[in-house]
């Protein structure tokens, strides 16, 4: 059996597999890609041939308009390619994420892309996949990011609006994953009222409802007026929430949802007046618990706080190397 | 600790203070004694508490950590408590006893055996109550709760009282406070100070501008210099002697030197006096926020009290009495009680107002910031009352600065930058910031400003942008100081903006060096 990293390897133009010739998540146009979530940066425009979840193909088509050629797989339908068989696998991360499993001469790959084990009324869940190789994300790949449970989150948010009836919560989300999840823990709390929406988060809405996500009555808030939104939930991209934009609202309570809140400094640089602890990534305990299940006895790791995740898994045996790749985690930090 | 926990943690993520009162509230009403009271007196730095260092706590993280994995965590987090707080290993979720019992049990364990009581904490605990405990373990809670914006949330939640009237029994009360919290939730009559030498609330001034002093009849009113120090409140009572700041923070222990010969309470200014000369506000900075103070200090800045006003003479209250008569009242008490660092301020003559614009005018030097206008039949009333005294400042200095930083405001403000630091220039091409203002624009300024600096920023550090140099501001402010703590070597107090001069060519800001000259 060949190692695998003479067939899978870091280049410049992005994570290569070799006999299949083509482009993990490629940070540039290349003529074959497989992708694993529709973040833009994971998922760039202009590449030739796409494999990918039919649901992240319907987000990137959203997104960047189509590409010439698309293919679309189901969860654990193979795809033999040359003299590579690629299965996707369900990631947790956002609507349509997967895990790539390569399968070349008897060896196995896995690349997680963004992932996250905690339950997510909007994806399905991540599976473990027994694997040589795993190539995990690190973005919270510190023993200092434990996620908190993120109903216990949504419980303070609240807690917050029932004390602040005058003012109008105002959540700084990514349009494509939190937004969603977002609505849909609200939903299940019991917040039953409309949701104002900055109108750059409605066309993803308007996906995850096509793929049968229950999201409730959601409104646009540009064209409500300041009054009305006193006592209401607003969600609004991060960039919006405490600029010019979030002027349309009443002595707004900025908030932010994000595993970066865990950290007080990141929230208090950002504004933040009630930072929300709810990340679309695997934190620490779940980073490790995933590499022990896929029983991977080696471990890549794609972008974010590496060298702890490699130190900690050297104490288990495991062979850790940091590939650095560049332009990750840019869209959606959290 | 729990809901302790909840309401630090929202209150130093809020800025306003009125966005703070509903939290403060909250946790008073759904607190039981004692904890809301122990938790009173922890956020208005009354609270006792044999602190422990950080070297313990660093100590304690180490045994439980790898120390790759702390020293990557610490890089990353920047604050020693927030990072062990979050890297503590989770365990299975003992109960945490009540905020009262962890401050008594940290009053009464030996130091021995404080580590692994502070461990067994930090085991039952989730991550925010582990921060809240090592803040307040360490002596570190910082949430900006004054003292009085505690007394207020106190009065509104109960809702049939005043801070002002929390404040008059304040200093006879004593964490957990429960003879307190029984008054404002109706459950017994308000606590009795007897004769324990509380504050009483101050009364304080309008500010008059030139234009409004035409209106006022001379013969109605008694003019005194404003002094350029701290107000103060000195009160002594059979139950012993305080000095008191204006927010009725008890300063006894910083001015050691400051006592009353016979039972009063005396309203003044507290200044530091040099042969009989009033110091610059600067050299009183030295003293005020210590808890104690060092015979050098007590040598090299002599405090002394410039008294006002008199409030009680004895037990006599005498706040009903108009003005006149006060002021004969303290001049009698001052005469039977002479004593070295106790004077009076005098009253300046005058037969019409424009009598006292020459002393206004010229009151830059000698520890004078204006003048203050009285009304002759006032009696002493709580708060800032209209109509009765009257502050008239000198004139304010001027300078023409660069703009140099923008920061977004927060609540009402947060979508715009409002608040500015401005420079001026060291060498023909060097600026050095001199100063922050946040105020003194009419909202089409802040408009304009906010335009200007998002078409002009060249760099963003989290909330903040720097810009181009390229906006003039006049700021207006009260005196310029030395202070080896800020890059330009100099610190303005009172800062505002006085006028935006966009027609003035940036070039054309004035130079550090004339700043230096205003020093007094």
């Known amino acids: 059996m060949p190692p695998v990293d003479t067939w899978l390897y870091p280049t410049p133009q992005g994570l290569y597999c070799a006999p299949g010739d083509f482009f993990i998540d490629p940070p540039r146009p290349v003529p074959r890609a497989v992708i694993t979530h529709a973040h833009s940066d994971h998922a760039r425009p202009g590449n030739h041939t796409v494999a990918a979840s039919s649901a992240t193909l319907a987000l990137m088509r959203a997104r960047h308009g189509p590409c010439p050629a698309e293919t679309p797989l189901a969860w654990g339908e193979p795809l033999h390619h040359r003299d590579v068989t690629i299965t996707l696998h369900p990631a947790g991360h956002v609507l349509g994420s997967a895990q790539i499993v390569l399968d070349h001469q008897g060896t196995r790959a896995v690349i997680s892309g963004d992932y996250k084990r905690a339950p997510d009324p909007t994806c399905d869940p991540f599976t473990p996949i027994q694997c040589d190789l795993f190539i995990t994300e690190a973005t919270f790949a510190l023993p200092i990011f434990r996620h908190p449970p993120a109903a216990a989150e949504i419980a303070r948010l609240l807690a917050s609006v029932a004390l602040f009836p005058g003012r109008t919560h105002v959540i700084g989300a990514y349009s494509l994953g939190k937004t969603q999840r977002l609505i849909a823990l609200l939903r299940q709390s019991g917040w039953n009222e409309p949701i104002y929406l900055h109108g750059a988060l409605l066309p993803m809405c308007a996906i995850y409802q096509q793929h049968g996500i229950e999201l409730g009555d959601l409104r646009p808030a540009t064209v409500a007026e300041k009054r009305d939104l006193i006592g209401r939930i607003v969600l609004a991209p991060p960039s919006a929430i405490a600029d010019r934009w979030a002027r349309r609202l009443e002595d707004p309570v900025v908030c932010m949802a994000s595993g970066w809140m865990r950290v007080r400094q990141r929230a208090k640089q950002g504004g933040v007046e009630l930072p929300l602890v709810i990340s679309d990534h695997a934190d620490w305990d779940e980073l490790n618990q995933t590499i022990d299940d896929t029983g991977a006895r080696e471990v890549w790791v794609t972008h974010g706080t590496e060298d702890a995740l490699i130190h900690e898994i050297s104490k288990r045996g495991i062979k850790g190397r940091a590939l650095r790749l560049i332009g990750y985690g840019e869209e959606e930090a959290a | ?520």
């Open chain 2, 1 to 520: 600790m729990k809901p302790f926990a909840d309401l630090l943690e929202r209150l130093l993520y809020t800025q306003s203070r009125t966005a703070k009162l509903p939290q403060l509230r909250h946790y008073f009403a759904t607190t039981p004694d004692p904890d809301r009271g122990i938790a009173l007196a922890a956020i208005t730095g009354e609270l006792t508490l044999h602190a422990a260092k950080p070297a313990l706590i660093r100590t304690l993280a180490a045994e439980r950590t790898d120390p790759t994995l702390f020293a990557l965590s610490y890089d990353f987090v920047g604050d020693l408590a927030e990072t062990i707080a979050l890297i503590w290993p989770p365990s299975q979720a003992t109960q945490l006893p009540g905020l009262a019992e962890i401050v008594a049990t940290l009053n009464s364990t030996a130091k021995p055996d404080l580590p692994a009581q502070i461990a067994a904490w930090l085991d039952a605990a989730d991550p925010s109550t582990r921060l809240a405990l090592l803040k307040l373990i360490t002596g570190g809670l910082r949430v900006g709760v004054s003292a009085r914006l505690a007394r207020i949330a106190l009065a509104e939640w109960a809702g049939h009282t005043t801070a002002d009237a929390i404040e008059e029994i304040w200093h006879s009360l004593a964490p957990p406070y429960t003879d307190l919290f029984a008054w404002l939730e109706h459950r017994a009559p308000r606590p009795d100070p007897a004769d324990a030498p509380v504050f009483r609330p101050l009364m304080l001034a309008n500010p008059l501008e030139t234009g409004d002093i035409a209106p006022l009849e001379a013969p109605l009113y008694r003019a005194e210099w404003k002094w350029d120090g701290i107000r103060v409140q000195l009160v002594s009572t059979a139950g012993g002697t305080r000095l008191y700041s204006r927010g009725a923070e008890d300063i006894s222990a910083t001015f050691p030197e400051i006592t009353c010969p016979s039972p009063a309470v005396l309203d003044g200014e507290l200044l530091i006096i040099r042969n009989g000369a009033v110091a610059p506000f600067a050299d009183l900075q030295q003293r005020l926020n210590r808890k104690t103070t060092t015979p050098k200090l007590l040598r090299d800045h002599p405090a002394a009290v410039r008294l006002y006003d008199i409030l009680f003479d004895g037990t006599e209250d005498l706040r009903g009495l108009p003005f006149d008569a006060r002021r004969a009242r303290l001049e009698a008490w001052h005469a039977r009680n002479p004593t070295p660092l106790l004077d009076q301020s005098p009253l300046i003559e005058f037969r019409t107002l424009d009598d006292l614009e020459p002393p206004r005018a010229n009151a830059r030097s000698a520890g004078i910031e204006g003048l203050m206008l009285k009304r002759a039949n006032s009696p002493y009333l709580p708060g800032r009352p209209r109509g009765h005294w009257w502050k008239h400042k000198r004139d304010p200095l001027t300078i023409d600065a660069v703009l140099m930083y923008a920061q977004r405001g927060h609540g009402k403000r947060s979508g715009l930058y409002s608040d500015y630091t401005f420079g001026l220039w060291r060498t023909d091409t060097e600026l050095v910031p001199i100063g922050k203002a946040y105020f003194g624009f009419t909202d089409r300024e802040l408009d304009f400003l906010d335009k200007w600096i998002r078409a002009n920023t060249t760099a963003r550090f989290g909330p903040v942008r720097e810009v181009s140099p390229g906006l003039v501001l006049e700021i207006a402010f009260d005196a310029a100081q030395l202070s080896p703590r800020h890059k330009s070597g100099v610190a303005l107090r009172f800062p505002r903006i006085a006028r935006l001069r966009a027609d003035k060519p940036h070039q054309e800001a004035d130079r550090l060096e004339t700043l230096m000259k205003l020093i007094k």
